[in-house]
């Protein structure tokens, strides 16, 4: 009599696998003064990114980096049903291993190592995300782990490949959210280590970070590490010292010399016959002043479309902000008043 567990229309696999060795037997050991084998101590694994990976989701991406592969889909924003109402949205992370991901079979009930993996991605994650903005709401991210080559390569393309998603889904957030991972392995610093290197190290560190707006959003380390192995590592200087890693600085300033060319610019297009000013005014200085005034008017009207065109990147001028705002019949109505009455002579 067959078991009650036993499927007889499947190919029921061994319960445990483990997958073969293909290594050379010179590869698997590592001593103390040898150098990085493969790569250089600052080189890092080639990256394949590829957004809108699953139709059905709002938003998905697919990074690979090497023997690290990981699936992301996001579903929502939606309305969060049998909760009480919250001014912010919130962020749910789930990460699940494919049972041929690692090299023991994993099960398919979730485990320590996936709710800590989720932890980790989400606190990398909260501090990008524009959650205020989604009141009671919430955005459900889910990645599966393909192939998992350490636990700091899952954690690092984990938030890299959620960050796209979620960009991929039109969430609103800060910035994208870069992630890498660094060991301190004898006397050197190698970034993005494998299974292997991350067991031979003495400390493994993971930084998370907007550099958009040059924001640190998770830490995760784990091994023995001091304070200032953790000062050395290429991750915290490109940080402490961004002209160093990131060259220079493209801060903009404006000064009294700049600031004053837009005036200069309103201020002889503000009428285009300074003697008729001059003949209603009956007076130079009162002429003066009506100039002045109209610069300050023009230049009012052109601070006010530089503000709407840094917050509605549109192309179209007004007749582009209209209808972001009001809908399409506005803006419409407003070109064809526009063409027909207001400036119907100008092209």
């Known amino acids: 009599m067959a078991q009650a567990s036993f499927d007889r229309r499947r190919i029921n696999g061994p319960e445990e696998s483990h997958p073969p060795i293909f290594d050379d037997a010179e590869n698997l050991f590592w001593t103390l003064g040898q150098s990085r084998k493969a790569r250089n101590p600052t080189d890092i694994r080639p990256i394949f990114l590829q957004p809108g990976l699953i139709d059905q989701a709002n938003g998905s991406a697919y990074v690979e980096t090497e023997r690290t592969k990981i699936a992301c889909a996001v579903y929502g924003p939606r309305q969060s049903k049998n909760n009480a109402y919250n001014e912010k949205g919130k962020l749910n992370v789930e990460v699940k291993f494919a049972p041929f991901s690692c090299g023991h079979r994993k099960a398919p009930i979730r485990d320590a190592e996936d709710r800590s993996l989720a932890m980790a ?99 995760w380390q784990s091994g023995q590490m001091s304070l200032g192995e953790v000062s050395e590592l290429p991750l915290s200087m490109s940080l402490t010292d961004p002209d160093v890693r990131q060259g220079p600085s493209t801060e903009k300033s404006v000064g009294l010399i700049n600031g004053k060319s837009p005036v200069d610019i309103f201020l002889p297009h503000t009428d285009s016959s300074p003697g008729i000013v001059i003949a209603n005014t009956k007076s130079v200085g009162a002429s003066l002043i009506v100039w002045s005034l109209s610069g300050v008017l023009a230049w009012t009207g052109a601070s006010s479309f530089a503000e709407l065109g840094s917050a509605i990147p549109l192309n179209g001028g007004a007749q582009a902000y209209l209808s972001y705002a009001y809908g399409p019949l506005v803006s419409y109505l407003f070109a064809w008043t526009a063409i027909i009455a207001l400036k119907p002579g100008m092209p």
């Open 121 to 219: 991605i989400h606190q990398a994650l909260v501090p990008s995300v524009r959650l205020e903005l989604l009141p009671k709401s919430t955005i459900d991210v889910f990645l599966t782990i393909i192939e998992a080559d350490g636990m700091e390569g899952c954690i690092a393309s984990g938030v890299v490949a959620a960050s796209t998603a979620l960009a991929d889904a039109g969430v609103e957030m800060l910035g994208l959210v870069m992630s890498c991972a660094s060991s301190i392995v004898g006397r050197e610093i190698w970034l993005d280590p494998t299974e292997g290197e991350a067991q031979l190290a003495k400390g493994t560190l993971v930084l998370s970070c907007m550099p958009a707006v040059n924001t640190v959003t998770s830490v």
